[in-house]
């Protein structure tokens, strides 16, 4: 059963990059027939998603981040990546990972269980 | 961008009730690309139906996805304790995007 869990610092300065770490488990980061996503929860708001990448490299952003987000692959820990540089405290959430069936615009299905990420000095 | 709008915000009925959540989108949603989520307190969405209308894996019959175009339903043809949780609709048809979701509440 594919499991994913999301890990990194639940802190982060304003101005600085926020750094989380997707590992996979249950199953393969390069299996073909996923794609892995990040998405976003702000406290009380809607999901947001952040981005899409294929085991290739290959990435999609949303457009509004797309600016400071970088998500990247390494297949030898089965483990997908984000940076979000530049954080305001508009920038804290829950961040979620999980993956996306058939390509890289599709439904997320599973879910980690979230990291909350606060931006606050 | 898809803004997507859901309605109500809240619903509060009785264990056994029908309940049907709304969910239009800001123009068309190609190929019917919507998914809808349940998210029970403290935990990750969690898929209930694809592609507008495919329930995904495990999911009890009694949600089922309908609609096209702009308009999307899902509907819970009878509510059980368990069903409390903020529901949540997402287009993927282009640039996902996800609605603010409705609250159903048991009395």
């Known amino acids: 059963q594919l499991q994913l869990q999301e890990s990194g610092p639940g802190l982060v300065k304003p101005s600085e990059t926020l750094s989380l770490t997707c590992t996979i488990s249950g199953g393969s980061i390069s299996d073909s027939s996923y794609y892995w996503g990040w998405i976003r929860q702000p406290p009380g708001k809607g999901p947001e998603w952040i981005g899409t990448i294929f085991y290739s490299g290959s990435t999609s952003y949303n457009p509004s981040l797309k600016s400071r987000v970088i998500i990247s692959v390494d297949t030898s820990k089965n483990q997908f990546s984000l940076k979000l540089s530049s954080v305001t405290a508009a920038d804290t959430a829950v961040y979620y990972c999980?993956?996306?069936?058939?390509?890289?615009?599709?439904?997320?299905?599973?879910w980690g269980q979230g990291a909350l990420v606060t931006v606050s000095s | 961008e898809i803004v997507l709008t859901q309605s109500p915000g809240t619903l509060s009925l009785s264990p056994g009730e029908r309940a049907t959540l709304s969910c239009r989108a800001s123009?068309?949603?190609?190929?019917?690309?919507l998914a809808w989520y349940q998210q029970k307190p403290g935990q990750a969405p969690r898929l209930v139906v694809y592609?507008?209308?495919s329930r995904a894996t495990g999911i009890p019959d009694r949600f089922s996805g309908s609609g096209s175009g702009t308009d999307f339903t899902l509907t819970i043809s009878r509510l059980e304790p368990e069903d409390l949780a903020v529901y949540y609709c997402q287009q993927y048809g282009t640039s996902p995007t996800f609605g603010r979701g409705t609250k159903v509440e048991i009395k």
């Open positions: 592609g507008a209308s």
């Open positions: 999980a993956g996306a069936l058939t390509g890289p615009y599709t439904w997320f299905d599973p």
């Open positions: 123009q068309s949603v190609s190929s019917n690309y």
